[in-house]
């Protein structure tokens, strides 16, 4: 067999800290409650805190990185501060859900919407939007679509019972959960029920059309079959699910009462208090992604951010650092690699693959499969990463 000895420049990128986790409460930050039901990302970058507890007025905060900006109904046109849900639509105004109406925010005015308007109750508990930026409202006493101008309501299938959460996939069918039981699919045209004896409490729905929902454990529905995750058939961490979100990978986090887990269609990962910042006895309630990959936690207890945007690094044109590869052994060779280094490898979607402290400059990549890798070196100086590939 003929050796292949490879030569890949790999380009520095320096972390100017270890810290992958960051919590944030009331005590160290702008949060004036720690009991997050919602969080929104707004075309601007913007972090939105929706707080969910009842009896206090509590609103919602905006943390742009640096400012938090809180907002109630005494200071602004909120018409509630219980906010179930809030959501951006493609003009990037903002509309918070509450048990009194829907308000919306384009950074100037705020605009309230009731019954009195064409709401079909003034429960509102969540929205989502269509290709046409038609709102989609889900309801205590049924939906509501509002085109900007017409209000059009919608009682029947279930829906009088109380609409929980509402999804809307690419082919424009929307997805309504149903307070007593059961998902209703609408066409445009035909409503149907599916699954009625169940109750789910979240929706989201991922790149490839795949319809999830959060329940008794996560449930996935495509092509009309059913497949469910439990912690009987999977490693998901807890079977009381409470919130879904996607990552640019296609990655599943799901959040769950004991911790969030992570799901890339084959591996499970699991993030609790005793592997993570993830405070302790304290569900999660939401989860969103940022531009960076940066995943932003709502839990009982405050804000957990989990930023390994590390791994998705940019190559600049800095000084390099020289891996070779010889393929014939499946060896990694670093030059230059300082001695008693901790070494970590991940995939693309973050899944730590390989941990090790090493003191020499050879690793073992014999159980990785072809594809690009991102390699993590700490020593005692600093840490940086490369990027690498194997054929």
């Known amino acids: 067999m003929n050796q292949k000895l490879i030569l890949l420049y790999v380009i520095l990128y320096s972390i100017t ?50 400012t938090w900006t809180n907002y109630t109904s005494q200071n602004s046109g909120l018409c509630n501060d219980t906010v179930y849900s809030m959501a951006v639509d493609l003009n990037g105004v903002k509309w918070f859900c509450t048990d009194v109406g829907v308000s919306s925010f384009n950074d100037t005015v705020w605009t309230t919407y009731r019954m009195t308007d064409g709401l079909v109750s003034n429960e ?38 109380g609409v929980i959460a ?50 008794y454990g996560a449930c996935k529905f495509s092509n009309n079959l059913w497949t469910d995750y439990t912690t009987t058939n999977s490693n998901l961490a807890d079977n009381s699910v409470s919130a879904l979100a996607f990552d640019k990978q296609g990655t599943k986090w799901i959040g ?16 609790n208090p005793s592997n993570s910042s993830l405070p302790a006895y304290s569900p999660v309630r939401s989860i ?18 989990f930023n390994n945007s590390f791994l998705n690094t940019a190559d600049t044109k800095a000084e390099s650092l020289q891996i070779y590869l010889n393929f014939a052994n499946n060896t990694l060779f670093i030059k230059d690699l300082i001695d008693n280094a901790k070494i970590s ?17 050879q690793i073992d990549i ?8 991102i390699i993590k070196i700490e020593t005692s100086k600093e840490i940086v990463t490369r990027k690498f590939i194997k054929q």
Request: hydrophobic letters at 35%; one cysteine or more; proline letters at 0%.
């Open 17 to 66: 800290t270890n810290a992958q986790w960051t919590n944030y409460t009331k005590s160290n930050s702008g949060l004036v409650d720690n009991s997050i039901r919602t969080i929104i990302i707004d075309k601007k970058g913007n972090k939105w805190f929706g707080y969910g507890a009842s009896g206090k007025k509590s609103g919602v905060s905006k943390f742009d990185g640096k």
């Open 124 to 161: 509102v508990k969540y929205v989502a939007f269509d290709s046409e930026n038609n709102k989609w409202f889900g309801c205590r006493s049924g939906a509501s679509k509002f085109d900007g101008k017409i209000w059009t309501n919608y009682t029947n299938n279930g829906l009088s019972d």
């Open 166 to 215: 509402v999804a809307i996939d690419s082919k424009g069918n929307k997805w309504f959960t149903v307070e007593y039981g059961g998902v209703v699919e609408f066409d445009g045209t035909n409503w149907i029920n599916i699954r009625y004896a169940q109750i789910f409490t979240s929706v989201a729905i991922d790149s490839k059309d795949n319809i999830w929902f959060g329940s």
């Open 256 to 271: 769950t009462f004991s911790g969030v887990s992570k799901f890339n269609d084959t591996i499970w990962t699991n993030y």
């Open 288 to 305: 969103a992604i940022d531009s960076q990959g940066t995943k932003w936690i709502g839990t009982e207890n405050g804000l957990t951010v």
């Open 345 to 361: 490898i991940y995939d693309l979607s973050a899944e730590l693959l390989v941990s090790k402290q090493i003191n020499c400059n």
């Open 366 to 373: 014999s159980n990785l499969r072809s594809g690009v890798y």
